[in-house]
């Protein structure tokens, strides 16, 4: 959207936004049941799932992380990015927090995704955050940082938090956690707008 009032200004007319779509698959109900059998996990879970790169800023999650009582796992392959957080975690006596869960397929994300109680997504720079749209397809409540593309994509205010803020990300995420109304209600109205970016609805808009 950003984008396109920028391109207004310079006289460009009949703008239509075509976002890239997420497959009819991620509307398919995981099983979270599954998932936590097979990585051990009771209690809350808060899911974050991404390339192990500086940008997706997983350290903002771990510094938060003594603040918050459930299970961090964290998805995709391990890089020397990876390592770097892990030390982060052991210096603040958080490891036991965290799952590192590795290359995850299309079936191991949906089951993760319903397993969850809460989809964080810190990273400093987003075009469209496709992840936040298959957590949000699987009725999941969302969080993600304040930046152009993925704050056009959550389905309400509440699901952003600004960048280095680590007491709003704190705050909110313990709101997610103990408030089951808000989250509950967030997470239907994601999943209704999630629908908008299935690839059915966006092959309709193309043609």
């Given amino acids: ?3 396109k009032k920028w ?3 310079f006289g460009v007319k009949n703008i239509v936004i075509i976002p890239n779509p997420i497959s009819e698959f991620c509307f398919k109900k995981g099983d979270g049941k599954k998932f936590r059998n097979k990585w051990n996990i009771d209690g809350k879970i808060i899911f974050c799932l991404g390339a192990h790169v500086p940008i997706k800023n997983f350290e903002e999650l771990i510094k938060v992380m003594p603040h918050i009582n ?11 990015y990876s390592k770097k957080c892990m030390e982060l975690a052991k210096s603040l006596n958080v490891s036991n927090k965290i799952k590192w869960v590795g290359y995850m397929d299309d079936r ?3 089951d993760a995704y319903d397993a969850c109680d809460l989809f964080v997504l810190p990273s400093k720079r987003e075009s469209l955050g496709t992840v936040l749209i298959e957590a949000m397809a699987q009725g ?3 969080l993600a940082t304040n930046k152009v593309g ?5 389905p309400d205010g509440f699901c952003l938090y600004e960048l280095g803020n680590l007491e709003q ?11 089951d109304k808000l ?8 999943k209704i707008k999630a629908r908008k970016y299935s690839f059915n609805n966006v092959a309709k808009k193309y043609v």
């Fill in 1 to 3: 959207e950003k984008e």
């Fill in 7 to 9: 391109l207004e200004k």
């Fill in 70 to 80: 459930a299970t961090f796992v964290f998805g995709g392959e391990e890089t020397a």
């Fill in 108 to 110: 191991a994300k949906l």
């Fill in 140 to 142: 999941r409540p969302v």
């Fill in 150 to 154: 993925v704050s056009e994509v959550v």
């Fill in 169 to 179: 990300l704190k705050s909110k995420i313990n709101t997610f956690l103990t408030n």
């Fill in 183 to 190: 989250a509950g209600e967030i997470g239907k109205k994601g």
